[in-house]
Each structure stands twice: as structure tokens, then as C-alpha cells.
């Protein structure tokens, strides 16, 4: 796999590269590509990247696809092609938007067996799994247990659980709401549905966070402060965790769980510049925040972004499987110890999609145990 490089080849990656603190060098000196949105479009993991250009200077290339990824198919198909002609041995793909199949057909139609990891894809599994070696999603279905039994950990009797009909009209989130009412009934749970106000509706985003901090406390007034909170969109997340600050309810975790969601804006978290990306910074300045409102216990999500972990777990496991430390792209043990690793340590489950009757051997599904602050 290992492709030679031109003189101008190797001056344009000692530019890209950053000079900062390393780990050993690899023995072979194999490159990664990495393939990520923008800042504005997947912020977490555009620093992972960032990060892991530091940790391996001159071993990692990146590349951004387009903000409008759905009508720029083909640019994102050419710069991950780019990645290739780079150097790259191996591509680490997050998140794997529409047309990310198509350009894995297209670097292979230049390098046959190109090795590709695939996170939170946009094409359907059939397709994806198809193509690229392994793929990563969150395991949305085990969250709805996860969920109740966080909620009775933190000392919830009831759970109410926000979304909208259009929302309840996806397949994913309907059999979460059906795991996570049915995993509350088993624990002795009451489970509330509530109905909020589509963002996408005449009173947009701002109506549907207005509705959030005017409808929780009433939520909190009726069923008492030993409530738990979910709401599936996201643009709401920053007003419930102000609504459940103000009333003392439980948050287990956001639609999206992660530390960047939600949290520094509602609790005014401001983040220096040499602190993007800085997992650690922004958890500790969580912890303060919610100590400071004498609420520690009431809230927690995941301790790393699903898209983080895969990207830092995706290159520590390319550069084994590129050094011959380890055969297949799919080991879920080998991928369970890194992810682990990527998430400081705290416990990272690994399971095979299971859809339609069909088991997708190196379609594996992320489930992470909670921080709690």
C-alpha cells in the first residue's frame, strides 16, 4: 500500500504538518488522511483532527468536505481522492456524509484495496458497509436503556421525554422512544410524553427554546424536581440545561451526548482559542459551573463526542493495522480498548449493527458510559 512520494509531495506535507509534542515515531512512517467537515459544520471533529496532526507531525494530511456536502458531492469525492494521491496509506472518514461511498469506488478505481474507516455515515448501511472496511455509529437504540438507568441512578421517579411529529416520524428515534418508555416501566419509572414545538415551524428555533424554558418548570411544578429531561433536537439542548439549572430536574444526557453540546452555551463557557478541542478544559469548566449552582449529580452526558472518539480510536488503530499489528479493520475488541482509551479511560461498549434481520459484521455500533458532573 505504501506509495512512493515526490520531493514536492514530501514539502507539502512538512507544511501541513504541525511541530508539537509527539509520541514515538511510527517505525514505517505511514501517513493517515483524515476527512472531516468545517468548523462550521463538525467543530468536534475538525480539532480531533487537529489534535492528531500534532501528536503525529508529518503523518497525518487533512482535508475538509464542502459545508453544502448534499449538492457537492463530487468535491468531496475529489478531495478525498486528493488525500490518496497525497500519500495517504489509509483514510479515516468522519462523518461519512452522502457521497462518501462514492468516493471510496473512486480512490479504489486508482488504488484497489484502499483501506477506509467510515463514522456516522450518510449513505444507508447496505451501501456504506458495503464499501468502506469498517464503519462507526452511536448506538441510538442501547441510549433509550442507557437513559432510564442513568435517570434512576441520579435519583429520578419520571421521565419526560420532548420531541415533535416530524421527529417522531424517524425510525431510529421512534425505537429509541420505545426501548427507553419500556426500559422506564421495568425500573419503576413514570414516562411523560411531551410535545414541543418544531424549530423548523412559524416559531423557529427561538419559539421552540422560548417554549423549553417556560414548559419544563411547569413539567418540574407537576411531577416534582425528581424529574429527568430528554429532547431530541438539538437547537433545544442549551435551553433545557438552563431550564433544569433553574429548577433542579435531572439531565442525563442530550440527543447528541457530548461535553460541546449544549453546555458551554448555556452556561456561558467561553473557549480560548488555545483551548479548542481540549476535552478536559471544557469538562472541568462544566463541573465548576454546576458545582457553583450547587447541582453536582443532576447532569451528564458521554466524556467524548462520538465523532472525537472515532477519530483519535480510527488513527491508533490504522497505524496498527498499517504496522502489521493487527490483520482486520474490524477487531471489536482491538476498537474497544482504543475508544476506551479515546474516552479517557471510561468504559466504551462495541456491537454489531443489527437491522432487518441482517447482522453487519464490520458495521460496529459505540455505546459509552456516562460522565456525570
Given at each position: 500500500m505504501k506509495k512512493v512520494m515526490l520531493p514536492l509531495l514530501i514539502a507539502i506535507?512538512?507544511?501541513?504538518?504541525?511541530?508539537?509534542?509527539?509520541?514515538?515515531p511510527q517505525d514505517d512512517e505511514f501517513v493517515?488522511?483524515?476527512?472531516t467537515g468545517t468548523v462550521s459544520q463538525g467543530e468536534e471533529e475538525f480539532r480531533a483532527a487537529e489534535k492528531m496532526a500534532k501528536l503525529y507531525p508529518g503523518q497525518i494530511i487533512t482535508a475538509t468536505y464542502p459545508d453544502n456536502f448534499n449538492n457537492e458531492v463530487e468535491t468531496t469525492i475529489a478531495r478525498v481522492l486528493d488525500l490518496a494521491n497525497q500519500g495517504a496509506d489509509l483514510?479515516?472518514?468522519?462523518?461519512?456524509?452522502?457521497?462518501?461511498?462514492?468516493?471510496?469506488?473512486?480512490?479504489?478505481?486508482?488504488?484497489?484495496?484502499f483501506p477506509f474507516i467510515a463514522g456516522v455515515p450518510g449513505d444507508n448501511p447496505d451501501t456504506i458497509s458495503a464499501r468502506a472496511d469498517v464503519v462507526f455509529g452511536a448506538n441510538e437504540l442501547a441510549m433509550g436503556t442507557r437513559m432510564a438507568e442513568q435517570a434512576v441512578n441520579m435519583g429520578a421517579k419520571?421521565?419526560?421525554?420532548?420531541?415533535?411529529?416530524?421527529?417522531?416520524?424517524?425510525?431510529?428515534i421512534v425505537a429509541r422512544h420505545g426501548v427507553l418508555k419500556e426500559k422506564c416501566a421495568e425500573l419503576g419509572l413514570e414516562f411523560v410524553d411531551a410535545t414541543?414545538?418544531?424549530?423548523?415551524?412559524?416559531?423557529g428555533v427561538t419559539g421552540a427554546q422560548q417554549f423549553i424554558l417556560e414548559d419544563l418548570p411547569r413539567q418540574v411544578e407537576k411531577y416534582g424536581k425528581e424529574t429527568a429531561f430528554f429532547n431530541t433536537n438539538c437547537a433545544m439542548q442549551p435551553a433545557m440545561i438552563q431550564a433544569i439549572l433553574?429548577?433542579?430536574?435531572?439531565?442525563?444526557?442530550?440527543?447528541?451526548?457530548?461535553p460541546y453540546h449544549g453546555y458551554p452555551e448555556a452556561l456561558g463557557i467561553e473557549i480560548p482559542e488555545d483551548k479548542q478541542g481540549d476535552i478536559d478544559f471544557i469538562i472541568e469548566q462544566i463541573k465548576t459551573k454546576i458545582e457553583d449552582a450547587e447541582l453536582s449529580g443532576h447532569f451528564s452526558t458521554w466524556p467524548v463526542p462520538v465523532n472525537m472518539m472515532i477519530i483519535q480510536a480510527g488513527v491508533e488503530y490504522g497505524f496498527d493495522y498499517l504496522n502489521g499489528e493487527i490483520e482486520t479493520l474490524d477487531d471489536m475488541d482491538h476498537w474497544a480498548k482504543l475508544l476506551g482509551e479515546a474516552a479517557g479511560g471510561y468504559n466504551v461498549e462495541v456491537s454489531n449493527l443489527e437491522l432487518n434481520d441482517t447482522v453487519y459484521d464490520n458495521y460496529l455500533l459505540i455505546l459509552a458510559d456516562y460522565i456525570t458532573f
Amino acid at each position: 500500500m505504501k506509495k512512493v512520494m515526490l520531493p514536492l509531495l514530501i514539502a507539502i506535507l512538512l507544511i501541513t504538518s504541525f511541530s508539537a509534542f509527539s509520541p514515538a515515531p511510527q517505525d514505517d512512517e505511514f501517513v493517515i488522511g483524515i476527512i472531516t467537515g468545517t468548523v462550521s459544520q463538525g467543530e468536534e471533529e475538525f480539532r480531533a483532527a487537529e489534535k492528531m496532526a500534532k501528536l503525529y507531525p508529518g503523518q497525518i494530511i487533512t482535508a475538509t468536505y464542502p459545508d453544502n456536502f448534499n449538492n457537492e458531492v463530487e468535491t468531496t469525492i475529489a478531495r478525498v481522492l486528493d488525500l490518496a494521491n497525497q500519500g495517504a496509506d489509509l483514510i479515516v472518514f468522519v462523518q461519512a456524509v452522502p457521497g462518501a461511498a462514492a468516493a471510496i469506488d473512486k480512490v479504489r478505481e486508482i488504488y484497489p484495496d484502499f483501506p477506509f474507516i467510515a463514522g456516522v455515515p450518510g449513505d444507508n448501511p447496505d451501501t456504506i458497509s458495503a464499501r468502506a472496511d469498517v464503519v462507526f455509529g452511536a448506538n441510538e437504540l442501547a441510549m433509550g436503556t442507557r437513559m432510564a438507568e442513568q435517570a434512576v441512578n441520579m435519583g429520578a421517579k419520571t421521565f419526560v421525554h420532548y420531541s415533535f411529529p416530524r421527529h417522531m416520524g424517524y425510525e431510529t428515534i421512534v425505537a429509541r422512544h420505545g426501548v427507553l418508555k419500556e426500559k422506564c416501566a421495568e425500573l419503576g419509572l413514570e414516562f411523560v410524553d411531551a410535545t414541543a414545538p418544531d424549530p423548523t415551524g412559524d416559531a423557529g428555533v427561538t419559539g421552540a427554546q422560548q417554549f423549553i424554558l417556560e414548559d419544563l418548570p411547569r413539567q418540574v411544578e407537576k411531577y416534582g424536581k425528581e424529574t429527568a429531561f430528554f429532547n431530541t433536537n438539538c437547537a433545544m439542548q442549551p435551553a433545557m440545561i438552563q431550564a433544569i439549572l433553574a429548577t433542579g430536574a435531572y439531565y442525563p444526557q442530550q440527543c447528541c451526548p457530548s461535553p460541546y453540546h449544549g453546555y458551554p452555551e448555556a452556561l456561558g463557557i467561553e473557549i480560548p482559542e488555545d483551548k479548542q478541542g481540549d476535552i478536559d478544559f471544557i469538562i472541568e469548566q462544566i463541573k465548576t459551573k454546576i458545582e457553583d449552582a450547587e447541582l453536582s449529580g443532576h447532569f451528564s452526558t458521554w466524556p467524548v463526542p462520538v465523532n472525537m472518539m472515532i477519530i483519535q480510536a480510527g488513527v491508533e488503530y490504522g497505524f496498527d493495522y498499517l504496522n502489521g499489528e493487527i490483520e482486520t479493520l474490524d477487531d471489536m475488541d482491538h476498537w474497544a480498548k482504543l475508544l476506551g482509551e479515546a474516552a479517557g479511560g471510561y468504559n466504551v461498549e462495541v456491537s454489531n449493527l443489527e437491522l432487518n434481520d441482517t447482522v453487519y459484521d464490520n458495521y460496529l455500533l459505540i455505546l459509552a458510559d456516562y460522565i456525570t458532573f
